[in-house]
């Protein structure tokens, strides 16, 4: 059981802390050899030159060999290092982070899509050039301290190009902030409303609206590219005069040492010697400073991630509860979507006990669907509680309770893969005789022998495509997969026929007398006469509850005459 206050990727790093350190102790020499590297070729030019000995040169050049050789060893082993903790942290956080943004896509603020970027984010930054960037910069004080050895000039002189480009860049990020925001909220616009053009593209397409929907997709995009050129036109003006600083870093060197050698205060070969230091103890922190963006997206989506993570975990730390038996009591429940204040369902309260079949009617939008998402636990009430088998939906693990609960939802979808492992829910475990069962069940035996594969028949893209009665009819094999004790169906009947309604019905039927309690949404009596109860919505609350033949005949059209196919929900409502 994992405790509320810890995180998936707090555990990570921490388990990574002896790692860093490690690393940070290796950055302690690479500065050493670094300066040892700069000091060769001075002593070439100072020993070989005043002893002219053959003998000097060729050792100072095997030193210089082994230090390079070492040195870039050094740096070869840490960026490998890294890229292993790479590869660590991938294994380890994006499984999490996969189940945790389809199970709590809220919590982090963002889309599924935002998480898996910024698990990037924080990967990239975590095993980059960033974190070795930090790393050197950790030791960078000892050039600047060195610097300060040779001469309080050149001390200075670095603190001031240190000082300066912190100066510039800070100025730049916050003179750019405002563009990059706005280029950011419409990219996100557009990429939004691109998706949901390629997802409707067919209909778009056939009723023109392709023109003029790539116009405002275009709109969109060319107003966030807008946004991003003139940042960047701003920062390159603004970087203008921090370039030519850095370009010109060798004559300010040069030109400093120069008067502090007529001053007689060094030795003229010592230049080159600074001003690779100087390189060396900028470059890092150059670094840091022109990747302060970068470093502060690795903070938001590190703590993105962790909220997310968090909020997940506090979720999933349930006890294992036995199978649920009993009946499911709901008790002035009042609930709706997660990102709506005003809630959808207001103060319903009702009984269903095990065997019994309960049809859900009501006008459209009084909340039939809003009901079943927060029977089956998709949403979390608010208020009032969700009883089935005498645990709230609240203490049960997600996963345990899905394994006991039969859904369909109004739109069917199907993963991509067989037949056989979308109706198992793709269990690992699943045997032919569970499938066999839930075929049996709801009665998709003729589905499957039409089928090109039978069983094994691929969905999904490349694969077949079943039509809109077929996927509901096996949506219903997967939803009664291994006898779940609650079935809860939102219009399942929408795009069946009149034969597989009543298959459809029987199945309800089957189920019921399997021990499971039943509750179907729909409009059409036909159906309806399946159950054995019936719960009336209005406006999110109960308008009346009560047995199947109670509540017709409290309906003047159904009292005595043939009953319509479809059920007239406002009407019903009006006449209870
Ligand atoms: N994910 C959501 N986000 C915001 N509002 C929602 C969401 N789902 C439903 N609603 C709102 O909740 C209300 C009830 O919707 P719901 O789908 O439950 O109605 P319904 O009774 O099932 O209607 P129908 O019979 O037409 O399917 C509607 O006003 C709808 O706009």
């Not at 300060?148 to 800070?170: E, K, Q």
């Amino acid at each position: 059981m994992t405790s509320v206050t810890s995180s998936p990727l707090l555990g990570v790093l921490r388990e990574f802390s002896y790692g860093y350190f490690a690393l940070l102790g290796f950055g302690f020499f690479l500065p050493f050899l670094y300066m040892a590297m700069s000091l060769i070729p001075m002593s070439i030019m100072e020993r070989v030159s005043s002893s002219r000995n053959a003998s000097t040169l060729i050792t100072l050049i095997i030193i210089a060999i082994v230090v390079t050789v070492t040195y870039t060893l050094l740096e070869v082993v840490r960026a490998q290092v890294l890229e292993r903790m790479g590869t660590v942290i991938d294994q380890k956080l994006t499984r999490i982070c996969f189940d945790a943004f389809n199970r709590e896509r809220r919590a982090g603020g963002g889309t599924p899509a935002q998480a898996l970027a910024d698990l990037q984010t924080t990967r990239r930054f975590l095993c980059g050039p960033s974190l070795s960037a930090m790393i050197d910069a950790f030791w960078s004080p000892l050039f600047v301290i060195v610097m300060f050895c040779i001469s309080g000039a050149f001390g200075l002189l670095i603190l001031a190009l240190l000082g300066f480009s912190a100066f510039v860049s800070i100025t730049t990020h916050y003179l750019v902030a405002g563009h990059l925001k706005a280029a950011q909220r419409l990219e996100g616009e557009a990429n939004e409303f691109g998706l949901a053009v390629s997802r409707n593209a067919e209909t778009l397409r056939v009723m023109g609206m392709l023109p003029t929907v790539t116009e405002r997709w275009y709109a969109l995009h060319s107003d966030g590219v807008a946004w991003r050129n003139a940042a960047q036109t701003r920062a390159a003006r603004i970087g203008l005069v921090p370039r030519m600083v850095q370009n010109g870093q060798m004559i300010i060197v040069y030109g400093v040492g120069g008067f502090l050698f007529l001053a007689g205060q060094i030795h003229v070969g010592v230049l080159f010697v600074v001003l690779m230091m100087m390189m060396r103890a900028q470059g890092p922190l150059q670094y840091i400073i022109n990747n302060w963006s970068a470093i502060q997206s690795f903070w938001m989506a590190a703590k993105r991630l962790d909220l997310l993570l968090r909020a997940v975990g506090a979720e999933r730390e349930h006890i294992a509860l036995p199978p649920p038996k009993g009946a499911l009591v709901v008790s002035r429940l009042v609930g709706g979507p997660p990102e709506v204040d005003k809630p959808i369902i207001n103060d319903v309260s009702f009984t269903l006990l095990p065997g019994r079949i309960m049809g859900v009617v009501g006008p459209s939008g009084a909340g039939k669907s809003c009901l079943g998402r927060l029977l089956v636990g998709i949403w979390k009430s608010r208020r009032g509680t969700v009883v089935f088998g005498e645990q709230d939906l609240l203490h049960w693990n997600e996963d345990d309770l899905g394994r006991h609960i039969g859904y369909i939802p109004q739109d069917v979808e199907f993963l991509p893969g067989t037949i056989a492992e979308n109706i198992s829910r793709f269990d690992p475990a699943a045997t032919s005789e569970k499938i066999l069962d839930a075929i049996e069940m709801a009665g998709i035996h003729d589905i499957i022998r039409g089928l090109p594969n039978g069983y094994s028949t691929r969905l999904g893209l490349g694969g077949h495509t079943l039509s809109g009665g077929q996927r509901q009819r096996v949506a219903l094999a997967r939803a009664v997969y291994g006898r779940p004790r609650l079935l809860v169906l939102d219009e399942p009947n929408s795009n069946l026929d009149a034969s597989g309604e009543q298959v459809l019905g029987r199945t309800m039927q089957a189920m019921r007398d399997d021990g499971a309690a039943v509750i179907v949404v729909s409009h059409r009596v036909s159906l309806l006469s399946f159950c054995d109860d019936l719960l009336v919505l209005n406006e999110g609350s109960v308008q009346a509850m009560g047995g199947r033949e109670q509540i017709f005949s409290r309906l003047p059209r159904l009292r005595g005459a043939p009953p319509p196919l479809v059920l007239q929900p406002d009407q019903l409502v009006r006449s209870l």
